[in-house]
């Protein structure tokens, strides 16, 4: 089982910076811990979880959002098996709850559902 870890949220005002860490643990079927990408996800009240980045352990090849690209970067750390999300110039619209994901697949993954696990979420929040 694998264990995903968020922290970093919080309550801050636009044009702020946050920098959101994931730290990932555990074991796959018996094997040293296994997990090829890691991604976060956000969702706002109302809307549905969407895509923000992600990033592959192998080359440290990344994705982001174009909705977010400028402003949101993508990390990883393999030794402390951490990957972490800078948001910069937040904006209100930013407000959503913050979910790092693990998968097993290699390549940068964007969909959701090819994820296979899950953290329980760091909540940002961003004033006007």
């Known amino acids: 089982q694998v264990q995903l870890v968020e922290s970093g949220g919080g309550l801050v005002q636009s044009g702020e910076s946050l920098r959101l860490s994931c730290a990932a643990s555990g074991r796959t079927s018996g094997r040293t811990f296994s997990i090829y990408g890691m991604g976060w996800f956000r969702q706002a009240p109302g809307k549905e979880r969407e895509f923000v980045a992600a990033i592959t352990w192998s080359g440290g090849d990344t994705k982001t959002a174009d909705s977010v690209k400028g402003r949101f970067t993508i990390s990883g750390d393999n030794a402390k098996n951490t990957v972490y999300l800078q948001i910069d110039n937040l904006k209100p619209e930013d407000t959503a709850v913050y979910y790092c994901?693990?998968?097993?697949?290699?390549?940068?993954?964007?969909?959701?559902?090819?994820?296979?696990?899950w953290g329980q979420g760091t909540q940002v929040t961003v004033s006007s």
């Open positions: 994901a693990a998968t097993r697949l290699a390549g940068v993954v964007t969909n959701s559902r090819l994820y296979a696990y």
